[in-house]
Nanobody, 126 residues
Framework: QVQLVESGGGSVQAGGSLRLSCAAN????????MGWFRQAPGKEREGVAA????????YYTGSVKGRFTISQDNAKNTLYLQMNSLKPEDTAMYYC???????????????????WGQGTQVTVSS
């Protein structure tokens, strides 16, 4: 069975950095979409970044472009999200997700993802 386990969240001041990790246990790590989503209190879950594991193409939502970087380590079956220049509005629970269909092009659409982690909290103070 597939289990996605996030880690790396925490509390930082604005302008700081964090790196989130997602260990994809039991997941066949080839030619699928993996992504990061976030949900702030009272808001809908939104796609932050995604990567096509078969070719490395990436997607970022506009508000994080130039600040966040999604990457993968196939040998470790792990997905990462490097977050720099963090802002208070980045505060949210961050979730790792993975598809079970080869979408070829990945986006932040929730319906493309089937497996979800439990989330890791990121809090950015001003």
């Amino acid at each position: 069975q597939v289990q996605l386990v996030e880690s790396g969240g925490g509390s930082v001041q604005a302008g700081g950095s964090l790196r989130l990790s997602c260990a994809a246990n039991g997941y066949t790590y080839s030619s699928y979409c993996m992504g990061w989503f976030r949900q702030a209190p009272g808001k809908e879950r939104e796609g932050v970044a995604a990567i096509y594991t078969g070719g490395g193409s990436t997607y970022y939502t506009g508000s994080v472009k130039g600040r966040f970087t999604i990457s993968q380590d196939n040998a470790k079956n792990t997905l990462y999200l490097q977050m720099n220049s963090l802002k208070p509005e980045d505060t949210a629970m961050y979730y790792c997700a993975a598809s079970r269909i080869d979408w070829v092009t990945c986006s932040g659409a929730m319906n493309e993802y089937y497996y979800w982690g439990q989330g890791t909290q990121v809090t950015v103070s001003s």
